[in-house]
């Protein structure tokens, strides 16, 4: 692999430079004078700006009134920059919302009140009127009067927290708490959070902000991040390492991502998965949180609407806890973004969309559905050669890494929609992998090559400039995690054709699927026709038909119905019980479970579903 250099010289102290004046323009923003409240402002005497006390707001007016809820609850920008949502109009509600500019408060709803003052003209005391409190009700008038004509706000949707988002222009935008962040061609732009294109960004606690400067491919610490990551005894060492750089950057790229993979790192004892967390997290410090012993509950809370990554260690699943599975839903929700809602202690829900990406780590994972793995990389770690050690002193740059990076992502993001993501789904596509993996497998990849190069991957094993075996290479590595992945229809038929045929009279308990292979291959191969298999079969309910009976095409054919005691007690502890498994089979690809008819079973007639044995063992053996 070629050195990672990563960027020094003029570019970096300009880049120094430009951090050094941007903090202190933040600290003379906060040190502006706020005049006294009995003062004129621009001509303006108190409470006498045009509009007053409630048909406007006062001029050039700190807080920013953002619009009302469906219940009537009243949001604003305070001074700050923070969001509130106003749910007491009393003074320290308001005094929360002005400061530090409370002097503006005064002056724009004044309450006045006589005060004896010196009066240098005449040398004495005098009593003259002053402003000495707020008209309150004046005040909460005009904020309500001002929501009043604002479009209705919905803070769950239209929220913005911290982290990666794209625009309505498809522009990716980082907010870092005190700014928005864009690059426009090369130039980085910032402006404070506020309202745009339809979203609300607010200040909030801050997190990474972009390097000043652009980072070339051959300057990125992304460089040397995968010669560290190549240290572990992967168990595909020629993937696993890009998955996990790939990660990083799609960890950062956050709520701007269609989908947002989740990496799972398995392994016994000493493998250096802990380790392999700290490299991750010192790339991303700043940006991730990381826990080893957390909850759904506890992730949620603190994610609110930002859209930073989490990192879990330790994720096993205990005897008796749902905690492990109760993240895992969590990160399969976040994966495309989905509605979440908990109940609180007001009987009121609170909802948040999760758009967070999730690295987990585990020497046994807990147990996990389809609807989860498709989602996540598994990746297996092997013992290193040399225990405690990973035959490579490792470069720790949290300071610098994660804003660099940040910044290669803000430059190429046009690059990484435009032509990596669609050359990706391209490549895996013609290999027959689902949307599903190319989601997951595909963005990880993209976000590699963006990082690093073609160059550098070619390098350490994956030939990027070959298309064709690209594809065939990563299909093939990703086929056993694939594999067991199956669609619910597929995963009903399997569950039935495991279920054993109790009571069978010779004492063999043969299963249902034993039984389907007979009469698949028929009597001409030494199996059975549809009479022979018929006896055993309707002591579970289930009918069949000889090859060709039921369709010229179709092979030997299984009867499914929607009802039967058997097939209650088959079905009974799985997903597809209470007749689920007649829904399930509704939904597998055309050809393979064929249209419902009326079919004869136990002396019984009802309707069915036809499952074409040979169009069934066709499919699973394509892999498909």
């Known amino acids: 692999m070629a050195k990672a250099q990563t960027q020094t010289g003029s570019k970096a102290i300009r880049a120094a430079f430009a951090d050094a004046k941007r903090a202190k323009d933040e600290a003379d923003a906060l040190n502006v004078i706020d005049p006294d409240p009995n003062l004129p402002r621009e001509g303006i005497n108190p409470g006498q700006w045009p509009g007053a006390p409630f048909d406007n707001m006062p001029p050039d007016c700190p807080v920013k009134v953002v619009g009302r809820d469906s219940e009537g609850l009243v949001y604003c920008i305070s001074t700050t920059g923070n969001l509130r949502k106003i749910e007491r109009w009393d003074m320290p509600a308001l005094s929360d919302l002005f400061a530090p500019k409370l002097n503006t408060l005064f002056w724009s709803w004044p309450g006045f009140g006589k005060k004896k003052v010196y009066d240098a003209d005449t040398d004495s005391m005098v009593e003259k009127l002053v402003v000495n409190r707020v008209e309150r009700d004046k005040a909460m008038m005009a904020i309500i009067n001002e929501a009043a004509r604002k479009p ?55 997190t990474i902000e972009p390097w000043a400067e652009p980072v070339t491919q051959e300057e990125s610490p992304a460089r040397r991040i995968l010669e560290d990551l190549q240290t572990w005894n992967w168990q595909r060492p020629y993937l696993d390492p890009v998955l996990v750089l790939g990660w990083i950057g799609t960890a950062l790229m956050g709520g701007a991502l269609k989908a947002r993979p989740i990496i799972f790192a398995t392994g016994g004892a000493g493998v250096g998965k802990s380790r392999l967390q700290e490299v991750v997290r010192s790339a991303l410090a700043g940006a991730v949180t990381q826990s080893v012993n957390t909850t759904a509950a506890g992730i949620y809370q603190r994610a609110k609407t930002d859209s930073l990554p989490f990192m879990i260690d330790e994720l096993e699943s205990k005897p008796g806890s749902t905690r492990a599975e109760s993240v895992i839903e969590l990160a399969r929700v976040a994966y495309t973004g989905g509605d979440i809602s908990r109940g609180g202690q007001d009987h009121e829900a609170t909802t948040f969309t999760a758009r967070n990406s999730f690295f987990f780590s585990a020497i046994i994972p807990p147990p996990m559905g389809a609807q989860d793995k498709t989602r996540m990389a598994m990746l297996n770690l092997s013992q290193l050669d040399r225990p405690g050690k990973s035959g490579r002193d490792l470069v720790l740059k949290p300071e610098t890494d994660g804003r660099m990076i940040l910044r290669q992502i803000m430059d190429g993001w046009k690059e990484f929609n435009d032509v990596l993501m669609p050359d990706m789904a391209t490549i895996l596509g013609e290999q027959g992998m689902s949307a599903r993996a190319i989601d997951t497998f595909g963005t990880l990849l993209a976000a590699a090559r963006l990082l690093v190069g073609d160059k550098v991957l070619e390098e350490i094993g994956l030939p990027v400039a070959d298309a064709s075996h690209l594809g065939e290479l990563i299909a093939e590595a990703t086929s056993a995690d694939r594999t067991e992945n199956l669609d619910h229809w597929h995963k009903c038929i399997d569950t039935l054709f495991q279920s054993q045929i109790d009571a069978w009279r010779d004492g063999v308990k043969p299963t249902i699927g034993g039984v389907c292979e007979l009469l698949r291959i028929g009597p001409q191969a030494g199996g059975w026709d549809a009479k022979g298999a018929r006896e055993r079969l309707e002591l579970v309910s289930l009918g069949c038909f000889d090859r060709g009976k039921v369709d010229a095409n179709a092979g030997a054919v299984l009867a499914v119905p929607a009802s039967g005691p058997a097939l209650h007690r088959i079905f009974g502890d799985t997903d597809f019980h209470k007749g689920g498994w007649y829904t399930a089979l509704k939904q597998a690809p055309k050809g393979i479970v064929l249209p419902a008819r009326k079919v004869k079973i136990n002396g019984s007639t009802t309707h069915c579903l036809l499952i074409d044995l040979e169009a069934f063992e066709r499919h699973v053996g394509a892999g498909l």
């Open 152 to 206: 209705d706000f919905d803070p769950h949707t239209q929220h913005r927290g911290r982290g990666g988002w794209q625009d309505s222009h498809g522009r990716f935008v980082w907010h870092s708490g005190g700014w928005l962040w864009m690059v426009d061609g090369k130039r980085l732009e910032q402006a404070r959070p506020a309202q745009h294109d339809g979203f609300l960004y607010t200040k909030q606690a801050g």
